[in-house]
């Protein structure tokens, strides 16, 4: 073997000793990439989902912490209509350590161009029973209407239990009093229905503390199992009965001197001004009951008023709960419903403006006026019809007509019957709402319907009446009379000259040739 032949070989030797390492050195950053971001699972090249700037968020009892994702397109076309979702661990409720204010937690995406990333936040708050441990959530990525993700990735968080609260006071010297002990609610997701097509979510149990515990050592919870409000839609600027239910699920122990105290968002731009969104009528958020006895269930009560610039949207309210059972041992729990409010229409109409008031059957009238809506809802397609006993039905199409904004009405109304004077028309606006329920509202209009007439009788209708009252119809025909038989004398007379200049040129034509024949003989 010649001295390059043998360089050649080594060469080709050192390739295939690379070509089986590298797919090892591969497998093992891309498993690293993993370790670092907090992902779990099999890692799809489509699209990738991970915590921002690869942090592992820790959470705290009762401590709201917005969690920011960053979505990378790693095809080469672009995507659309994407959507990001947790799984809510469905009936495993342990696998989910966030309170559920929501029944599906998702945000939407547009547009994602080929290699490019963005950014999506989820606000969490964690469960008080969650407890210190790592909670592995899964999020995934949807195309359209696509039921089957395109990608899923796990992601990890952390979680503190809530601190134990400190009753050793409530024990006795002696050591009697009950032993020491806590507990705590599951926090299991609920779902419950206000009346009305919007469901109403809220989150039973939360947390219980106490320094001692039942005869049979456990802790008895109170848990709110669904809500109803009187009426049964909320709108906003009105007040309504929130009457919650609740349920002790300890099978032996009765718990007693309960303090139910409700906790509503703020709304409002300028924190000096804002407000919660409901506000108690009785000035008080706090609800007294004596007791629940094992196994039993109960209602609270109270009577709130809606703020009337609310948004139409379901708004949370927080419940905290604190009761002591047999042995008068302190607990504390705590839970969640979302309340959907309402907004009322609000809108008005300008004066009409009609041109011309009155119209020959077959004529057309213009009507024109304004729709002013004053309210905070938007008004979906709307329509105006007028209708009347004298004019052809005629709609107009308006449209969506937004918060603060103003529409245009211009309508050709056509006379179809005499009316007998001005007669009474009807406009109904329609529209709807943001759920497509359709509303309407009417105004009445005055257009009076003639009979149509000839163009001769028109333009002596045109002329003025004075001028017709005052005109000299018999000197005129008498004047007419005598010009006709002046006319007929002048005529009479040149014919008669006429027929006695043609008998004389007669006569002398005769002569003439008498004449003429007398020479000859």
């Known amino acids: 073997m010649t001295k390059s032949r043998r360089v050649m070989a080594v060469i080709v030797a050192a390739l295939l000793i690379v070509a089986m390492i590298l797919p090892g050195l591969v497998v093992k950053a891309e498993a690293a990439d993993g370790e670092e971001t907090g992902e779990t699972g099999p890692v799809t090249t489509k699209v990738t989902i991970k915590s921002k700037d690869n942090k592992t968020l820790q959470y705290k009892p009762g401590e709201s912490q917005k969690w920011t994702l960053v979505i990378t397109n790693k095809t080469e076309q672009d995507l659309s209509n994407l959507s990001v979702s947790p799984d809510m661990g469905g009936e495993n409720a342990d696998a989910w350590p966030f309170k559920t204010d929501y029944q599906k937690y998702e945000q939407k995406i547009d547009t994602l161009k080929a290699g490019q990333k963005t950014e999506i936040s989820f606000d969490f708050l964690q469960r008080d029973d969650a407890g210190t441990r790592r909670y592995y959530i899964p999020f995934s990525v949807y195309e359209g209407d696509n039921d089957k993700p395109i990608a899923t990735h796990k992601l990890y968080v952390y979680t503190t239990e809530k601190p134990q609260a400190d009753n050793s006071q409530n024990q006795g010297s002696n050591g009697n009093g009950g032993g020491s002990g806590s507990g705590s609610a599951d926090g299991d997701a609920m779902t419950a229905s206000v009346g009305n097509d919007e469901p109403a979510v809220y989150s039973g149990g939360g947390s219980g503390s106490g320094s001692g515990s039942s005869s049979d050592g456990s802790v008895p919870r109170v848990i709110v199992t669904g809500f109803d409000t009187n009426p049964a839609e909320v709108h906003a600027g009105s007040d309504f009965t929130l009457t919650i239910h ?25 924190e000096q001004t804002s407000a919660p969104a409901f506000l108690p009528t009785s000035g008080s958020n706090s609800i007294y009951l004596n007791g629940i006895k094992a196994d039993g269930t109960a209602d609270i009560s109270i009577t ?21 059972d047999s042995q008068a041992t302190q607990i504390e729990s705590s839970s969640s419903i979302s309340i959907p409010v309402k907004q009322d229409a ?28 004053l309210g905070r809802i938007k008004l979906y397609n709307a329509k105006a019809r007028f209708e009347g006993n004298g004019i052809k039905k005629q709609e107009i ?64 209708s045109d002329m003025p009446e004075e001028t017709q009252k005052s005109f000299p119809v018999i000197p005129v025909v008498i004047a007419a009379v005598v010009i006709a038989v002046v006319a007929a004398v002048v005529i009479l007379k040149k014919r008669k000259k006429k027929q006695l200049a043609e008998i004389e040129e007669e006569e002398l034509l005769d002569e003439l040739e008498r004449s003429s024949e007398d020479e000859h003989q």
Request: charged share 30%; hydrophobic share 35%; aromatic share 6%.
């Open 246 to 270: 609740l349920k002790n699920t300890s099978k032996k122990t009765k718990v007693q001197n309960m303090l139910f105290e409700l906790e509503a968002p703020t709304e409002g731009t300028d």
């Open 304 to 324: 709130l008023n809606a703020k009337a610039d609310l948004l139409q949207k379901p708004y949370s309210i927080n419940l905290s709960m604190k009761y002591e």
């Open 346 to 373: 609000r809108f008005e109409f300008s004066e009409f403006e009609i041109s011309p008031q009155t119209i020959e059957v077959g004529g057309e009238a213009n009507v024109m006026c304004s729709l002013y809506n």
């Open 397 to 460: 199409f308006i449209g969506n007509v937004e918060a603060g904004a103003t529409g245009s009405i211009d309508a050709m109304l056509e006379g179809k019957k005499i009316s007998d004077g001005p007669a009474k028309v009807t406009m109904t606006l329609s529209y709807e709402d943001e759920s497509g329920n359709i509303s309407t509202t009417t105004k009445d209009l005055n257009l009076e319907v003639t009979e149509k007439v000839d163009d001769d009788e028109a333009a002596a």
